[in-house]
Antibody, heavy 121, light 112 residues
Framework: EVQLLESGGGLVQPGGSLRLSCAASGFTFRSYAMSWVRQVPGKGLEWVAGISTGRDSTYYADSVKGRFTISRDNSKNTLYLQVNSLRAEDTAFYYC??????????????WGQGTLVTVSS | QSVLTQPPSVSGAPGQRVTISCTGHSSNIGAGYDVHWYQQLPGTAPKLLIY???NRPSGVPDRFSGSKSGTSASLAITGLQAEDEADYYCQSYDSSLSGSGVFGGGTKVTVL
C-alpha cells in the first residue's frame, strides 16, 4: 500500500524557517517524481515545488522561488521541503504527492495527509 | 485568482446528473495539455478522480467521467449520491508558468 507521511509543520514567526519531511513507503520511491502542494485552510490547491527522480531537476512556483528548496534522499525514501523567509501568506497545509504522467502532463496519484504550517507572530 | 476557472458551487438532488466546468487558456487546456480531476472530502487530502481527461483510476466509480474540448474541460457525476458531497478541483499543465501544474479554484458539490 502506498503511503506518504508528512511531518515538520508547526507555528513559526514571520521570516522563520522550517524543514518539512515526507516519508514514503509501499512503492519504489526513487522511480517517481514527487511534488509539494499546499492549501490555505478553506481555500484551493496550489502546486508549490517538484523534483525529478534523480534530483537533477527541480521546479518551483513563482510565489516560493528563492525561498523554498525541494530535495529528496532516495536512500531514506524521504522527500523534503526547506521553507525559508516565511510569510503570513505561506500559512497552509502542505501535502506531498507522487507524480505520474510525465513533464507535460503531470498529475498526482497519491497524496499524504498534510502537515500544517502556521506563520504568525 | 486561479489559472483555471471553475464555478464555486454546484448542487443537485440524489440521482441527478451534475457537471463541473473548468475553463483555461491557450497556454494550458487550449494548448492540448491533459486535464485531471481530484475529489477532496471534508477534512481529508485530495484524491485523484480522473486523469488524462477521461481515465478513472482503479476503484473510482463509473458515475464519474471527464471530457475536454477546446479551452475547457468538464467533470460529470451521474446518479449523484450523498457521499459525493465534496470539493472538486481540475488541474492541468501551463506552458507559460514554471513547474508541474496549475489548479482550478475548486467547486463545492452539494447534494440536496
Amino acid at each position: 500500500e502506498v503511503q506518504l507521511l508528512e511531518s515538520g509543520g508547526g507555528l513559526v514567526q514571520p521570516g522563520g524557517s522550517l524543514r518539512l519531511s515526507c516519508a514514503a513507503s509501499g512503492f519504489t520511491f526513487r522511480s517517481y517524481a514527487m511534488s509539494w502542494v499546499r492549501q490555505v485552510p478553506g481555500k484551493g490547491l496550489e502546486w508549490v515545488a517538484g523534483i525529478s527522480t534523480g534530483r537533477d531537476s527541480t521546479y518551483y512556483a513563482d510565489s516560493v522561488k528563492g525561498r523554498f528548496t525541494i530535495s529528496r534522499d532516495n536512500s531514506k525514501n524521504t522527500l523534503y521541503l526547506q521553507v525559508n523567509s516565511l510569510r503570513a501568506e505561506d500559512t497552509a497545509f502542505y501535502y506531498c504527492a507522487r507524480v505520474l504522467g510525465g513533464p507535460y502532463s503531470p498529475y498526482f496519484d497519491y497524496w499524504g495527509q498534510g502537515t500544517l504550517v502556521t506563520v504568525s507572530s | 485568482q486561479s489559472v483555471l476557472t471553475q464555478p464555486p458551487s454546484v448542487s443537485g438532488a440524489p440521482g441527478q446528473r451534475v457537471t463541473i466546468s473548468c475553463t483555461g487558456h491557450s497556454s494550458n487546456i487550449g494548448a492540448g495539455y491533459d486535464v485531471h480531476w481530484y475529489q477532496q472530502l471534508p477534512g481529508t487530502a485530495p484524491k485523484l478522480l480522473i486523469y488524462g481527461n477521461n481515465n478513472r483510476p482503479s476503484g473510482v466509480p463509473d458515475r464519474f467521467s471527464g471530457s475536454k474540448s477546446g479551452t475547457s474541460a468538464s467533470l460529470a457525476i451521474t446518479g449523484l449520491q450523498a457521499e459525493d458531497e465534496a470539493d472538486y478541483y481540475c488541474q492541468s499543465y501551463d506552458s507559460s508558468l514554471s513547474g508541474s501544474g496549475v489548479f482550478g479554484g475548486g467547486t463545492k458539490v452539494t447534494v440536496l
